[in-house]
């Protein structure tokens, strides 16, 4: 009989802790804003499991999840933290010095024109919003992977994406880095599951054309990503940081 989605998404996810290094990047590159900017508030929009968030959590006086998974936001309230169980934008009292949005925007829409404006309303004059999301573009080596398997970033994306960037310029003093973290794979299988879940974006059908094509994918890993006994794969990742004027009127 033929897995549930929820079964291989759990499974998919489940290969993918086990082999990124994602959740301990960004630990340590959230750890460096709060402290450079000496953000005292957070807003963590999109806040996870708790793996990040707890740790970022405990650096600030003030800490504000917005998670709509229950099981997540419950985990997030048995460790004591504020957590607003609903999809963003929802209505969130106050303004903070941070307010962060990590992979919130979904690659196969792009929702930047939907979700970006809202964050930005919620930051403090002088503050910050930080936006992490994908590269949208074809340089780089999980875009062009996607593109061979047919599952590539939408127009729509991109061209939210270059809108979203050039408003938060416009808007404020704003620094764009590309981050790297890496999966890694003592089998193919491992390796094919946590990049199943990763290219499905939730959606069986792009989990179902992923997988069709999964054998050209193990030629490309075992081509060019196979060092000594171990599967090795980048990630690149956007942080776009933008500090909101101290004498601005909040509007987007």
């Known amino acids: ?18 082999c990124t290094d994602e959740k301990q990047i960004y630990v340590a590159k959230f750890s460096d804003y709060i402290i450079r900017y000496n953000a005292n508030s957070l807003l ?16 600030v006086e003030d800490y504000v999840a917005i998670e709509q998974n229950p099981q997540y936001a419950a ?4 460790a004591g933290k504020q957590v607003i169980e609903e999809v963003f934008p929802t209505e969130v009292k106050g303004l ?22 809202p964050a930005w309303g ?22 062009q992977l996607l593109d061979h398997v047919g599952l590539g970033y939408s127009e729509q994306f991109n061209d939210s994406l270059h809108d979203c960037l ?10 764009i880095q590309n981050v790297t973290s890496t999966l890694t794979a003592d089998t193919v299988t491992q390796m094919i599951m946590a990049m199943a879940f990763l290219a499905s974006n939730g959606e069986r059908a792009r989990n179902d054309a992923f997988m069709e094509r999964a054998d050209e994918v193990v030629t490309i890993l075992g081509d060019r990503y196979h060092t000594a006994d171990r599967l090795s794969f980048p990630f690149l990742h956007l ?5 909101k004027p101290a004498t601005a009127v909040d509007s987007y």
């Open 1 to 18: 009989m033929p897995q549930t989605f929820e079964v291989l998404y759990y499974q998919g996810l489940e290969s993918l802790l086990q």
């Open 96 to 117: 903070y010095d941070l307010v962060l949005m990590s992979h919130v925007i979904s690659h196969t829409a792009g929702e930047h024109a939907t979700l970006v404006p």
């Open 122 to 143: 919620l930051v403090k004059p002088g503050g910050h919003l930080l936006v992490v999301t994908h590269l949208g573009i074809k340089q780089d080596d999980w875009s």
């Open 75 to 78: 985990r997030l309230r048995q």
């Open 44 to 59: 963590d929009i999109g806040a996870g499991d708790g793996q990040v968030a707890l740790p970022l959590s405990e650096m």
């Open 239 to 243: 942080f776009v940081s933008t500090q």
């Open 166 to 175: 050039r408003a938060l310029q416009a808007k404020g003093e704003t620094e």
